[in-house]
């Protein structure tokens, strides 16, 4: 579906050609075993025609095959198991989401890799490359909103012999397509923006090498670690105002972002959309549009709390990307950032509600 724009895209991807008699937006299917004959399906965990339908269309939007798993990060440990060997060396953000260093560390002990973590601004030697294995990026990085050049980095780290992947949730395959910036593997949370009601989890891997594909989906059957069809079903028909839904989130933030800009209460506000921001010519350099994602700081953990309890509209929980606006304080589980650092996602309220709102909560 190339020649179309995005919205197009989410709306009609996976839906297949027109027959008579069927449905325009057909249901979940849920099936343990298949009938067994001329077909793709023979047992539920090897396959589903409702996350083929779901893989179609974020495929077509990454640029490859696309291989949907249960949560993000089921994404993130298929890929690391599927790529890794003992003693190889992985390098991570010492800035990116938690669970993956975590994940890396403790459940893939007896690998012993050599695990190297650096900041999504680098600086990026060339010590890092050498020997690795492979190199995951998070850009925007999570929660900080920091960026790195992929296309520069990708070819750094082929140059090393080394696999790239980047961790594509935050922007979402709308907001940045890594694949097409020279990556190996794009993954995603797609619990966050893409599916973004706050209603299921979801993740998947997307790459333009069919070998690689084809182990993922192996590593998915093997493992059993396979998406629901409800969850799967619900997630396709979310992405369908994926384009709408970013659209309002990026026009809210942009408001936000500027009702805070000179807020006494408020310091360290980041977002890439920003012109000034530090991150903005790198971001803008790859992106294709922005999300609703900025972060910024209050005096402390106590700031926080009246803030969030001041406003109607903010809800105080750990997700971002959906259609509820929503404040998480990073602190609160460990991220190496001050008490009163708050990530702020950009609902799709009206933006007049939700920066009266927020000034309130301040006030
Ligand atoms: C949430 C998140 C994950 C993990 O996704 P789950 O769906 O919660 O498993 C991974 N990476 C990033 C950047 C995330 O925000």
Redesign the pocket.
């Known amino acids: 579906m190339t020649e179309f724009g995005d919205g197009t895209r989410c709306v009609h991807g996976g839906h297949g050609e027109p027959s008579a008699g069927r449905p325009l937006a057909p249901g979940p299917v849920f099936a343990a075993p298949y009938h067994l004959g001329e077909s793709a399906d023979f047992y539920g965990r090897a396959g589903n025609p409702s996350w083929r339908a779901l893989e179609e269309a974020i495929g077509d939007l990454d640029g490859g095959s696309c291989v949907l798993l249960p949560?993000?990060?089921?994404a993130?440990s298929t890929l690391l198991r599927s790529v890794l060997r003992a003693g190889d060396r992985l390098v991570l953000p010492s800035d990116?989401?938690y669970?993956?260093r975590q994940f890396a560390r403790d459940e893939l002990a007896e690998l012993s890799l050599s695990i190297t973590e650096i900041p999504t601004t680098g600086p990026w030697p060339d010590e890092v490359f050498a020997g690795a294995r492979l190199v995951l990026l998070?850009t925007p990085s999570?929660p900080g909103m920091d960026v790195c050049d992929i296309a520069e980095l990708s070819r750094r780290a082929h140059a090393a012999g080394a696999l790239l992947a980047v961790?594509n949730?935050?922007a979402t395959p709308l907001g940045q397509r890594p694949l097409a910036l020279g990556a190996d593997f794009s993954l995603?949370?797609?619990?966050?923006a893409l599916a973004g009601h706050s209603d299921l989890?979801?993740?998947h891997v997307s790459t333009a090498d069919e070998q690689w594909a084809e182990r993922l989906r192996k590593a998915r059957t093997l493992s059993g670690a396979i998406p629901g069809p409800f969850e799967t079903w619900l997630a396709h028909r979310s992405l369908g105002t994926l384009d709408l839904r970013l659209a309002r989130q990026a026009q809210n933030a942009a408001a936000l972002v500027e009702a805070l800009r000179e807020h006494p209460a408020v310091s360290g506000l980041r977002w890439p959309g920003a012109p000034d921001d530090p991150a903005h010519a790198a971001a803008a350099a790859q992106m294709r549009r922005w999300g609703g994602v900025f972060r910024f700081e209050l005096a402390d953990a106590a700031a926080v709390e009246r803030f969030v309890s001041r406003s109607r509209l903010l809800a105080h929980v750990t997700?971002?990307g959906g259609l509820h606006s929503t404040v998480d304080r990073r602190a609160q589980w460990g991220d190496p950032v001050p008490e009163g650092f708050v990530r702020f996602s950009a609902g799709c309220e009206d933006t007049d509600d939700l920066v009266a709102d927020v000034l309130h909560a301040l006030a």
């Open positions: 949560s993000g990060m089921a993130i990116g989401y669970a993956t998070e999570n961790d949730t935050t995603a949370s797609d619990t966050k989890l979801l993740g997700s971002f």
